[in-house]
């Protein structure tokens, strides 16, 4: 660990790879609860994605992802480190780290806490259907079954359009409710067929018996 220097993660890099999380450096706690009103008040709330999702695993448990960015020279890597650190009936906390390999240095983020309220109330005019989507461009169009951490997961396969740098590139991402975070695996790619990203699950672990 000697060999590693704490820094924040250059924020282009941020743009492309922290999914599902609220910034990439820093140590503040962030809380992703939409702002009420009198008009919210009047709306009932929905359970959050995210804590129904994490709420299933025991505090502790921990999913590692790698993402490549390719570059013309030489290819970057960056590790997101998502880690169970607290739930409760209203909320849960994750603790998130990202660290980035490139031409054989490695530079950690802060540790960097992440907080989901049980339920909230939606933004006007959307559906949980919506909500619950990777982008609202996003379709359905298959379940296909991958080996993750050892097992076969049953995943759903969304894809969507977005607006990169790199100007229109086409997104794939596979999904499992049964996975820490949801994300399986994705890949973006222009226009050409070329991969400008991909991302996997390097490990899941979570804590065994006292």
């Known amino acids: 660990m000697n060999s590693i220097t704490k820094a924040s993660i250059p924020q282009t890099l941020c743009v492309v790879f922290c999914i599902s999380v609220a ?6 706690t962030v809380s992703p609860v939409v702002a ?10 929905v359970s959050h994605p995210e804590y129904a999702n994490w709420n299933r695993f ?32 209203t909320m849960l906390a994750l603790e998130t780290q990202t ?13 960097n806490r992440v907080e989901y309220p049980a339920t909230f109330r939606l933004p006007t005019g959307m559906k949980v259907e919506q909500f619950e989507l ?20 049953e995943t759903e396969v ?24 949801r994300q399986v ?18 490990e899941i672990a979570e804590p065994g018996p006292k």
């Open 134 to 153: 990777p982008s609202l461009k996003a379709k359905l169009v298959r379940a296909e079954n991958l080996q993750v951490g050892g097992r076969q997961v």
């Open 99 to 111: 660290a980035i390999e490139q031409a054989g240095e490695r530079i950690e983020s802060d540790v």
């Open 23 to 28: 910034g990439c450096g820093g140590s503040s």
């Open 185 to 202: 695996k994705k890949e973006i790619v222009d226009r050409n067929g070329i991969v400008l990203s991909s991302s996997e699950i390097l």
């Open 36 to 45: 009420t009103s009198s008009a919210d008040e009047a709306r009932a709330k």
């Open 58 to 89: 025991p505090v502790g448990t921990r999913v590692v992802r790698k993402d490549m960015l390719a570059s013309p020279t030489e290819d970057r890597f960056l590790y997101t480190t998502l880690r169970l650190a607290e739930k409760s009936d």
């Open 158 to 181: 969304f894809q969507f359009e977005d607006t990169t740098e790199a100007g229109l590139v086409d997104v794939t991402l596979w999904r499992s409710s049964t996975i820490p975070g």
